[in-house]
């Protein structure tokens, strides 16, 4: 009996002894069978290590602990927890997100009607610290779109959380999430996997939650952040010699023109 293609998932996670049992019990019990879960752990200094190893004992052949010596940052660590995935397509989540069941089915499901597919997202719920309910979704903020080639990703922003990808393995350009940026790589790496011909879509429903805390990266907007999305532009243009130009500068110039104008009449 055919198992299916073969899927990693892969976890970072640093500090986060409050939130990680329940991300990667949501993760472990998922009903896909051929699946491996990567678990990062960037030197916590909490009891985060002490739980990965207590789930590592009870599911062996399916959780694969990388403990880092020392701490080196979400991207870096990112890379080290990547390198360790060997699945045809690599699932990601944050150590303080939560899975909801039948997500890894349906989105392999969605990879095998056609080859040229790349890029797989869902709509996700967002809770607070404590699991509530915050009664917004990522749909609320940024449409779910489908498309094919990077032009619209780039143009309109990342339609997806993070916590909801699945890339396709063979896309996966050999640096994996660029070193360049060491806080917010995700978004360069969605657009080096698809490139100027890989298909992107999304599952219909909610098959994630996304803890929003004080802890988050992106809770604050900071130097660091925006660093990073103007080098993802840069790293972008040069990498693809100047294709995207017309997008960056409608992502940069009019996307936040139409929002201001949204806002105006709303007012």
Same mark, same amino acid.
């Given at each position: ?50 739980? +990965? ?9 399916? *959780? ?15 890379? +080290? ?18 899975? /909801?069941?039948? &997500? ?9 009607? #056609?080859?040229?597919?790349? *890029? ?6 967002? @809770? ?5 309910? *915050?009664? @917004?979704? =990522? ?14 990703? +780039? ?9 909801? !990808? ?5 896309? @996966? ?12 790589? #995700?978004?360069?790496?969605? +657009?080096? !996997?698809?490139?100027?011909?890989? =298909? ?5 429903? @909610? ?10 990266? =992106? ?6 952040? =925006? ?9 972008? /243009?040069?990498?693809? %010699? ?14 936040? *023109?139409? &929002?201001?104008?949204? %806002?105006?009449?709303?007012?």
């Amino acid at each position: 009996m055919s198992v299916g293609p073969s899927v990693s998932l892969l976890i970072v996670c640093y500090n986060q002894q409050h939130f990680i049992r329940e991300a990667l019990e949501s993760a472990l019990t998922q009903d896909y069978a051929n699946l491996e879960v990567v678990v990062a752990d960037d030197a916590s200094t909490d009891g985060t290590q002490a739980i +990965i190893r207590e789930l590592a004992q009870r599911y062996p052949h399916r *959780l694969k602990p990388v403990f880092n010596p020392q701490n080196i940052g979400i991207t870096a660590n990112s890379n +080290i927890g990547l390198s360790q995935c060997t699945g045809e397509f690599v699932a990601f989540m944050g150590g303080d997100d939560v899975l /909801l069941p039948g &997500k890894i089915t349906r989105q392999v499901a969605w990879f095998a009607a #056609d080859d040229g597919r790349v *890029l797989c997202g869902h709509d996700v719920d967002w @809770i607070d610290a404590g699991g509530a309910p *915050l009664g @917004i979704r =990522t749909s609320d903020l940024v449409p779910l779109r489908e498309g094919r080639g990077a032009s619209g990703f +780039i143009r309109n922003g990342s339609p997806y959380a993070a916590t909801s !990808v699945m890339v396709r393995r063979s896309r @996966i350009p050999a640096y994996g999430f660029h070193p360049a940026l060491p806080v917010v790589s #995700d978004w360069k790496l969605w +657009i080096d !996997v698809i490139g100027s011909d890989g =298909t992107y879509g999304y599952i219909p429903g @909610i098959y994630a939650r996304y803890r929003r805390h004080r802890d988050n990266v =992106t809770a604050r907007p900071n130097w660091r952040i =925006t660093r990073d999305v103007l080098m993802t532009a840069w790293l972008s /243009l040069c990498h693809q %010699r100047g294709r995207y130009l017309k997008d960056w500068l409608h992502y940069f110039l009019v996307r936040p *023109l139409r &929002k201001r104008l949204c %806002r105006r009449r709303h007012v």
